[in-house]
């Protein structure tokens, strides 16, 4: 069964920055890509950033120079610098079990963790 376990998530002031971490019941590396979204409310879901299995990384607008993905082998992360209150919201690790190429499309992934609060204070 797979599992994907989000950590990390918080409250900071803005300016500040936090660490997300999904744990996974395997290896990062055996996913085509993974990847982060959030979900604010009253807003749809949005893709924060992917993770090829090559390496090669994808970002969304808002956070481009922000937010950084990584893995080790077993773990996701997302590295999070110079919050702002837009950046609230719960953040969602997922991951796509096929060799897509929309990696921005929620529908992309095929599974996908519970979540974590991050909020960011004025």
């Known amino acids: 069964q797979v599992q994907l376990v989000e950590s990390g998530g918080g409250l900071v002031q803005t300016g500040g920055s936090l660490t997300l971490s999904c744990a996974t019941s395997?290896?990062?590396?055996?996913?085509?890509?993974m990847g982060w979204f959030r979900h604010a409310l009253g807003k749809e879901r949005e893709f924060v950033a992917a993770l090829g299995q090559r390496g090669s990384t994808d970002y969304g607008d808002s956070v481009k120079g922000r937010f950084t993905i990584s893995r080790t082998s077993n773990t996701l992360y997302l590295q999070m610098n110079s919050l702002t209150p837009e950046d609230t919201a719960v953040y969602y690790c997922a991951a796509d079990a096929s060799y897509g190429s929309t990696w921005s499309a929620p529908g992309e992934y095929d599974y996908w963790g519970q979540g974590t609060q991050v909020t960011v204070s004025s």
């Open positions: 395997g290896r990062t590396y055996s996913w085509p890509v």
